[in-house]
Protein backbone atom coordinates (compact mmCIF):
# COMPACT_ATOMS: atom_id res chain seq x y z
CA UNK A 1 0.00 0.00 0.00
CA UNK A 2 1.11 3.49 -0.45
CA UNK A 3 -0.57 6.61 0.52
CA UNK A 4 0.48 9.80 -1.75
CA UNK A 5 -0.06 13.67 -0.73
CA UNK A 6 0.40 16.37 -3.49
CA UNK A 7 1.01 19.85 -2.29
CA UNK A 8 2.58 22.82 -3.73
CA UNK A 9 -0.29 23.98 -5.71
CA UNK A 10 -1.82 27.34 -6.35
CA UNK A 11 -2.37 30.66 -8.63
CA UNK A 12 0.51 31.90 -10.85
CA UNK A 13 0.20 33.94 -13.33
CA UNK A 14 0.92 33.27 -17.11
CA UNK A 15 4.70 33.11 -17.50
CA UNK A 16 5.57 32.30 -13.94
CA UNK A 17 7.10 28.60 -12.21
CA UNK A 18 6.12 26.16 -9.89
CA UNK A 19 7.02 23.18 -8.63
CA UNK A 20 4.83 20.83 -6.98
CA UNK A 21 5.72 17.92 -4.60
CA UNK A 22 4.47 14.26 -3.99
CA UNK A 23 5.30 12.31 -0.94
CA UNK A 24 4.74 9.06 -0.67
CA UNK A 25 4.37 6.68 2.62
CA UNK A 26 5.37 3.31 2.96
CA UNK A 27 9.45 2.36 2.78
CA UNK A 28 9.20 0.68 -1.15
CA UNK A 29 8.81 4.03 -2.72
CA UNK A 30 12.08 3.40 -4.55
CA UNK A 31 10.61 0.72 -6.06
CA UNK A 32 7.72 2.55 -7.81
CA UNK A 33 7.79 4.34 -11.28
CA UNK A 34 5.95 7.55 -10.81
CA UNK A 35 4.27 10.02 -12.61
CA UNK A 36 2.10 13.27 -12.82
CA UNK A 37 -1.51 13.47 -14.46
CA UNK A 38 -3.70 16.49 -14.64
CA UNK A 39 -7.52 17.15 -14.95
CA UNK A 40 -9.36 20.11 -16.01
CA UNK A 41 -12.40 20.93 -15.91
CA UNK A 42 -14.74 19.06 -18.26
CA UNK A 43 -11.95 17.11 -19.42
CA UNK A 44 -10.37 13.87 -19.02
CA UNK A 45 -7.03 13.12 -16.86
CA UNK A 46 -4.43 13.29 -19.00
CA UNK A 47 -0.50 12.11 -19.00
CA UNK A 48 2.24 14.87 -17.95
CA UNK A 49 5.43 13.24 -16.93
CA UNK A 50 6.51 10.05 -15.50
CA UNK A 51 9.87 8.84 -14.32
CA UNK A 52 11.44 5.23 -13.45
CA UNK A 53 12.40 3.94 -10.15
CA UNK A 54 15.26 4.53 -10.45
CA UNK A 55 15.03 7.91 -12.45
CA UNK A 56 17.14 7.17 -15.18
CA UNK A 57 13.89 7.01 -17.46
CA UNK A 58 11.77 9.98 -18.08
CA UNK A 59 9.15 10.70 -20.57
CA UNK A 60 6.54 13.70 -21.18
CA UNK A 61 3.59 14.85 -22.80
CA UNK A 62 4.26 16.95 -25.75
CA UNK A 63 2.35 19.23 -24.66
CA UNK A 64 4.81 20.27 -21.57
CA UNK A 65 8.08 19.02 -23.29
CA UNK A 66 11.19 21.69 -22.62
CA UNK A 67 8.97 23.12 -19.71
CA UNK A 68 8.23 20.74 -17.18
CA UNK A 69 10.95 18.36 -15.14
CA UNK A 70 10.23 15.82 -13.38
CA UNK A 71 12.54 14.14 -10.52
CA UNK A 72 12.46 12.05 -7.58
CA UNK A 73 14.24 11.92 -4.34
CA UNK A 74 14.15 8.30 -3.22
CA UNK A 75 15.36 8.84 0.36
CA UNK A 76 13.17 11.39 0.75
CA UNK A 77 10.24 9.32 -0.91
CA UNK A 78 9.34 12.31 -2.99
CA UNK A 79 8.60 13.41 -6.60
CA UNK A 80 8.76 16.70 -8.09
CA UNK A 81 7.18 18.62 -10.94
CA UNK A 82 9.12 21.80 -11.97
CA UNK A 83 6.67 23.73 -13.80
CA UNK A 84 8.11 26.61 -15.93
CA UNK A 85 6.75 28.99 -18.26
CA UNK A 86 2.92 28.17 -17.30
CA UNK A 87 0.01 29.27 -19.88
CA UNK A 88 -3.69 29.11 -18.66
CA UNK A 89 -3.98 25.90 -20.79
CA UNK A 90 -1.75 24.13 -17.64
CA UNK A 91 -4.39 25.16 -15.27
CA UNK A 92 -6.06 21.63 -13.61
CA UNK A 93 -5.49 19.49 -11.13
CA UNK A 94 -2.49 17.90 -10.66
CA UNK A 95 -2.46 14.64 -9.94
CA UNK A 96 0.67 12.47 -8.39
CA UNK A 97 0.44 8.33 -9.65
CA UNK A 98 2.34 5.21 -8.38
CA UNK A 99 3.23 2.44 -10.23
CA UNK A 100 5.37 -0.81 -10.47
CA UNK A 101 6.12 0.37 -14.15
CA UNK A 102 5.38 3.37 -16.12
CA UNK A 103 3.01 1.20 -18.27
CA UNK A 104 0.74 0.53 -15.58
CA UNK A 105 0.78 4.08 -13.44
CA UNK A 106 -2.85 4.78 -14.42
CA UNK A 107 -3.99 1.57 -12.65
CA UNK A 108 -1.45 1.85 -9.64
CA UNK A 109 -2.31 4.70 -6.42
CA UNK A 110 -3.00 7.82 -7.00
CA UNK A 111 -2.76 11.02 -4.45
CA UNK A 112 -5.73 13.40 -3.71
CA UNK A 113 -4.40 16.26 -6.02
CA UNK A 114 -3.10 19.86 -6.18
CA UNK A 115 -5.04 22.75 -7.99
CA UNK A 116 -2.83 24.68 -10.20
CA UNK A 117 -4.22 27.65 -11.70
CA UNK A 118 -2.58 30.01 -14.08
CA UNK A 119 -3.86 33.50 -14.58
CA UNK A 120 -3.59 35.35 -17.93
Known amino acids: QVQLVESGGRLVQAGGSLRLSCTAS????????MGWFRQAPGKEREFVAAISWGGGTTDYADSVKGRFTISRENAKNTVYLQMNSLVPEDTAVYYCAAGTNLATLRSGYWGQGTQVTVSS
Open 26 to 33: GRTFSRYA
